[in-house]
């Protein structure tokens, strides 16, 4: 029997606005004369790309109830699609080359997930992982896919289609932006669908939801398919943005990183998974700055930090910050009753 | 009209060495209750079990409908028009009454998930799954609980919700695994109430321990023990089994 508690779908009203601002913020960010204003447009697009892969594992772990422990593979294997395709001399053009990439990681999850879907709790977690490595030790020994030291995409893709130019870090952006929505609002469309609630069924009660007739295998294939594909357009995005792919892209700490992003922003709802992308980036930020205290470089130790900083939010915020969030406006709105 | 919907033969299900159901038949007719009864361990939940694609059984063989579904998946026998209740009370409980039984009324959508149609329609917004929910949980007297959590309502009203999820999917064969266990005076006479109501349309198995409830509901009763059936008939003809009331019903019953 399952104690799953409810978790957060419906998002109140004031986080809402919350989050259309938070959007409105990062439209309106590259108006604002910053100095070094490159870095932080850099910054954010990688954040932004960040969360789409975050929101795209969430389609997983938080709807569906399967922790993937080796969804960067897609992101990865996306990004090095386009490391394969861009020629030495030219760039590709963004518009067959992106929904190719996608497509290619898709399937790449549709082969590894008909295998994976079929296990459960641990297992899928430790299959999951296997295969991720498996990808990851095919691309790392092998010279001819780049070896250890990864690819370099010679080129950004060529939007000229769209009328933007992706060499032009603004523009970068606001590309990045427009998918960043665009993925969000399908996918909380896609949550309140008839797939989307025989997922959450799925999650809740798998056993309930054959007995009343539903094919959970598909479903979840599905799912999965169709997560990989997202994080396939992150991926592809990332290289793009970068200029370079490596190995790491698709290792098992890329896939931890996502885990950790949904959690500490809120599981299910993909406003969380932003959030938590966001938020997971800038704490990460601030712990690499953090001065020397003494013979000590406490910056260096960054992930000590942020081990410690994810473990107090599960212990105060188990439905992540997002959880938090509405905790705190039903309690104020209890106080101003 | 009676109409012989579920027919299962010889039906084993062997654990290692034990038969936990052995060579058991049972014929589920519309319009007739058949109650399945017997002491703890008995086989009567591996039999509900068998029959609804739970556990696939070693040997034997079942006609549901029509068609042959021995070792079918439980999807594809629901699909076939079988519903069951859980034992155990096996609901969705972070969601409210209203989602459980409109999440099983949504199976019967045709529903491939990986159509992209079916990722943009809003699921509230079908209106013949709304009807079939609606439907169920007004036959399961649980319209006043639509909107609460079923994680809060009470267990007999849990017991009414399993009920309005099998109904949900518009079975014409139901399998009940203890529907009356832990309810209340109140509770139970409002269940047999309405599996009364439902009988006309449905063939029906129930597997209960309220011997009171058996006789005032069962057309049709077979006794088991052991995994194997010891008698089987009208509960008068049961009733009066001399190896029946040795091994369960007692002297007090007879």
């Known amino acids: ?29 590259p108006l604002v004369p910053l100095e070094a204003a490159d870095f932080y447009l850099q910054m954010l697009t990688q954040m932004m790309i960040l969360a789409i892969f975050a929101m795209s594992l969430d389609l997983l772990q938080g709807v569906s109830g399967m922790v993937s422990l080796g969804h960067a593979a897609y992101f990865g294997l ?24 996608a497509a290619g990681a898709g399937l790449a999850a549709l082969v590894i997930g008909f295998f994976v879907v079929r296990t459960h709790g641990i297992y899928f977690i430790m299959v999951t992982m296997a295969f991720a490595q498996m990808v990851f030790f095919l691309f790392f ?23 933007i130019d992706l060499e032009n870090k603004t523009q970068f952006y606001y590309l990045t932006l427009a998918l960043l929505l665009g993925i969000y609002l399908f996918l909380r469309r896609l949550l309140f669908s008839p797939f989307g609630r025989a997922l959450a069924g799925i999650r809740v009660n798998e056993h309930r939801m054959r007995a009343v007739g539903y ?31 490596n190995p790491e892209l698709m290792g098992f700490h890329m896939s931890a990183h996502a885990i950790m992003m949904v959690i500490l922003g809120g599981m299910g709802n993909f406003a969380g998974a932003i959030v938590g992308a966001f938020a997971f980036e800038y704490v990460m930020h601030v712990f690499k700055d953090l001065p020397a205290i003494g013979g000590f470089d406490t910056g260096k130790h960054w992930q000590l930090w ?18 938090l969030g509405e ?11 | 009209m009676s109409q012989l919907l579920l027919s299962a033969r010889r039906l084993t299900k062997r654990f290692g060495g034990l038969a936990a159901v052995n060579e058991v038949s049972v014929d589920l007719v519309r319009d007739r209750i058949h109650a399945v009864i017997g002491p703890n361990g008995a086989g009567k939940s591996t039999l509900t079990n068998l029959l609804s694609g739970d556990l696939a059984p070693t040997s034997g063989s079942i006609t549901l409908n029509g068609v042959e579904t021995a070792g079918h998946s439980p999807e594809a026998i629901s699909r076939l028009g079988l519903g069951r209740s859980y034992q155990k009370t096996n609901i969705f409980l972070p969601f409210t009454v209203w989602d459980n039984v409109r999440l099983a009324a949504q199976s019967r959508e045709r529903h491939a998930p990986w159509n992209p149609l ?38 007999g009203e849990q017991r009414q919700l399993e009920v309005a999820m099998t109904l949900a999917t518009e079975p014409t064969v139901l399998l009940l695994d203890e529907p009356l266990a832990g309810m209340g005076q109140a509770e139970a006479e409002r269940m047999v109430a309405l599996l009364l109501r439902l009988k006309p349309d449905h063939a029906m ?45 007692g002297d007090g019953h007879a």
């Open chain 1, 1 to 29: 029997m399952s104690t799953a508690k409810a978790q957060l779908e419906q998002l109140p009203r004031a986080m809402q606005v919350l989050l259309a601002l938070g959007a409105l913020a990062l439209a309106a960010f």
């Open chain 1, 78 to 101: 996306a990004g090095y699609a386009l490391a394969f395709l861009t020629p030495a001399d030219a760039p590709i053009p963004l518009w067959w080359s992106l929904p190719l990439a």
């Open chain 1, 141 to 163: 020994d092998n010279k001819a896919l780049g070896g250890s030291d990864g690819l370099y995409v010679n080129f950004r893709p060529d939007a000229s289609a769209l009328g």
């Open chain 1, 215 to 245: 094919g959970s295998f598909g479903h979840k294939l599905t799912a999965f398919t169709l997560a990989g594909t997202l994080a396939g357009v992150a991926g592809y995005l990332w290289a793009a943005q970068t200029g370079f792919v």
């Open chain 1, 306 to 323: 942020m081990g410690a900083f994810i473990v107090l939010v599960v212990l105060v915020a188990p439905r992540g910050l997002l959880g």
């Open chain 1, 327 to 337: 905790k705190l406006l039903k309690r104020r709105g209890r106080a101003s009753e």
């Open chain 2, 118 to 155: 079916r990722w943009l329609q809003s699921a509230a917004s079908l209106a013949s799954v709304n009807q079939r929910c609606e439907r169920a949980i007004e036959l399961a007297g649980l319209a006043h609980r639509a909107k609460t959590v079923a994680a809060t309502i009470s267990h």
């Open chain 2, 205 to 249: 198995m129930l597997v209960e321990h309220d011997m009171d409830a058996v006789f005032a509901l069962a057309d049709q009763l077979t006794v088991m023990v052991n995994g194997q059936v010891i008698a089987s008939g009208t509960p008068a003809q049961v009733r009066s089994d001399p190896a029946v009331q040795a091994a369960y019903l």
